[in-house]
């Protein structure tokens, strides 16, 4: 029987380890070639990140798994009237799961314990975490479950240490007597962190706190009008198309750093902004709510440089909000991918007055291959 309320009524964080600053991030992720990279200054003075975190030390061996991580952001919702045994779903949002097989869920599920669960894996890019949102919004909303907890996490410190591009490195100084990896592929290196969140949703308010009320979960896909911009485990040709790596020689994945995360910044630069606030004016429209009515807007952005872009699109759709409105932490905890958003709302309840009737916009880009969720939520 359908429920006629959602409710997100907890809301966790977890940031592995002291935080890492920009001077100290070659320390933990290497240098490739064994050189000090020429992009890294670039790139952090457009993001602005000051600090991130890792779930590595200083010579690059894990501290944490991403199960680990997740387990530990669901834990901390565990309180009154909701414990181990009480996760009847869980539903998880990842990049960056430990292995391919078995799921990502599946493996905190493993390290949560207590009771069996229904698990479900959402994996992509930074909109797989509200993809697990989705997902426990509507079990809980149709009465499958009278609650469940939805993770967005990642683990990617150890995806861009400088040992998995050292033979592409050996092979362009052979080449060329320059080292230097391609730009597209050392610019994720400074902009990507790790971290977990989660949210526990329910289909009455928490007796006590704040809690907030789901009225809706958009989300849509651009990629019937735009190519990849950003992939991993794969080749892009010049036409734009991917050659996955099950169709690269073995040699290749190691010698073109098949596995390395890239991205086509000009496409980013072109797209991300414009088709972001195509989708939020788009979704306002459907659901009847009007920008003047939202409280607060959280973005997640991966770098404060398109803070200004998005600001202006969002202006030209008819759909802006004050800067006073605006609600970001990138700066101080990194760009964490599926963890971003729940971070962001969690920094948010802990750190602001919000009163009954307060409406907060979550919307969150991919830039993968440009596909966008906005949520809208109301304090009661």
Partial sequence: ????????????????????????????LGFIGGRRSRSRPIVLRNN????????????????????????????????????PADLALL????????????????????????????TVTFTGACLSGIDALKYAFLAVKCGQVRAAVAAGSEKLSNWMLARG??????????????????????FLRW???????????????????????????????YANEVGPCMWA?????????LRGWRDCEPREWLSRSVFSFKQDVRLLDQHIAVLGARSVAEALSRHGVAPGEIDWFLPHLSSMYFSSPVAEALARAGCGFPEERWF?????VGNVGAAS??????????????????????????SSRFSYANALLTVV
């Fill in 48 to 83: 602005r990140i000051t600090s991130r975190h890792y779930a590595i030390d200083r010579e690059g061996r894990s501290t944490h798994t991403n199960a680990q991580l997740t387990a530990e952001a669901v834990r901390r919702l565990y309180g009154p009237g909701f414990g």
């Fill in 1 to 28: 029987m359908e429920t006629s309320e959602v409710y997100l009524t907890r809301v966790s964080a977890f940031l592995p380890n002291e935080p890492v600053s920009n001077e100290e991030m070659e320390q933990f």
């Fill in 165 to 186: 591009f050292e033979e592409e490195a050996h092979l362009l100084a052979a080449l060329e007597e320059n080292p230097i990896i391609a730009f597209e592929k050392d």
């Fill in 91 to 118: 539903a998880c949002g990842t990049t960056s799961p430990d292995q391919l097989l078995p799921p990502h869920a599946s493996m905190v599920h493993g390290e949560l314990g207590g009771a069996p669960a229904e």
């Fill in 191 to 221: 902009m990507l962190s790790d971290g977990a969140g989660a949210a526990l949703l329910a289909g009455c308010p928490a007796p006590g706190g704040t809690s907030l009320r789901v009225e809706w979960i958009d989300i849509v896909s």
């Fill in 233 to 241: 485990g794969a080749e892009r040709d010049e036409a734009g198309s």
């Fill in 328 to 332: 970001v932490n990138l700066t101080r």
């Fill in 341 to 366: 958003i729940y971070l962001a709302l969690e920094e948010l309840l802990a750190t602001k007055a919000l009163a009954p009737g307060t409406r907060i916009l979550l919307t969150v880009p991919e």
